[in-house]
C-alpha cells in the first residue's frame, strides 16, 4: 500500500467518513458514504462521492477531491463490505422477527453509509428473486460481520474486474463457509 507521510494508507474501497475532511469540510462532513482511493492521477489519495443508486447499488462520480495533508482525515475513516449479495452466518433480531441464519441479502447503504440489508421477495410472475428498494436499516458497522462470505457472491451477469475475470465457480460447497 502506498504510504502517506508516517501512516499506512487504507485500501482503496467504501468508508463511512469518521470526521470531516479538513480542507472541504462542508463538501465531505463526518458520518458519509464516500469511495476511497489510496492513489490518483495527481499522486495523492482521493474521495469520490455518491452520484446515484439503482437497484440498492450506489454508483460513485468519476472525480473528487484529492487529500493533501490530512492524516487525521484518513485514520478516521471506518472501512464499510463491498456492496452486494452475502447471506447471514447467524440470525439477527429485527423490529418485524428474526431473520434466520443464511439468509440470503443485498447489502446497500444510504447516503450516511448505515449498512441496509434488502431482503429478497419470490416473484409470483417466475422463477425470480426481487430485492425490494426499502430494506432494515443498521446504525452500527459491526453488523457487517454477520455477513459471509468474507466478498460479495457473484450473481451471473456481474462487471468483474480485471483481477477476477477467468474465475470458475466453487466446486467444493465447503468453500463458502
Same mark, same amino acid.
Given at each position: 500500500? !502506498? ?33 476511497? $482511493? ?22 460513485? $462520480? ?6 493533501? &495533508?490530512?492524516?487525521?482525515? #484518513? ?12 447471506? #447471514? ?12 441464519? $443464511?439468509?440470503?441479502?443485498? #447489502? ?11 431482503? !429478497? ?31 460479495? #457472491? ?7 474486474? &480485471? ?15
Amino acid at each position: 500500500m !502506498p504510504k502517506k507521510k508516517n501512516i499506512e494508507l487504507p485500501p482503496c474501497g467504501l468508508y463511512r467518513t469518521g470526521r470531516a475532511l479538513k480542507e472541504s469540510p462542508e463538501e465531505i462532513p463526518a458520518g458519509v458514504l464516500l469511495m476511497f $482511493h489510496n492513489h490518483s492521477n495527481r499522486g495523492i489519495p482521493m474521495l469520490q462521492m455518491p452520484a446515484e443508486n439503482e437497484q440498492n447499488v450506489w454508483t460513485f $462520480h468519476k472525480f473528487g477531491p484529492g487529500i493533501e &495533508d490530512d492524516d487525521a482525515f #484518513l485514520e478516521a475513516l471506518q472501512p464499510l463490505r463491498e456492496q452486494g449479495f452475502y447471506y #447471514l452466518r447467524d440470525a439477527i433480531e429485527t423490529p418485524d422477527g428474526v431473520l434466520p441464519r $443464511h439468509s440470503l441479502i443485498q #447489502l446497500g447503504y444510504n447516503m450516511e453509509a448505515d449498512p441496509i440489508f434488502f431482503l !429478497p421477495e419470490r416473484s409470483t410472475s417466475g422463477n425470480m428473486l426481487i430485492f425490494p428498494e426499502a430494506g432494515y436499516r443498521f446504525e452500527e458497522l459491526d453488523i457487517l460481520e454477520v455477513l459471509s462470505p468474507g466478498n460479495p #457472491l457473484f450473481i451471473q451477469g456481474d462487471d468483474l474486474d &480485471d483481477s477476477e475475470e477467468g474465475l470458475e465457480s466453487p466446486s467444493d460447497p465447503n468453500l463458502l463457509n
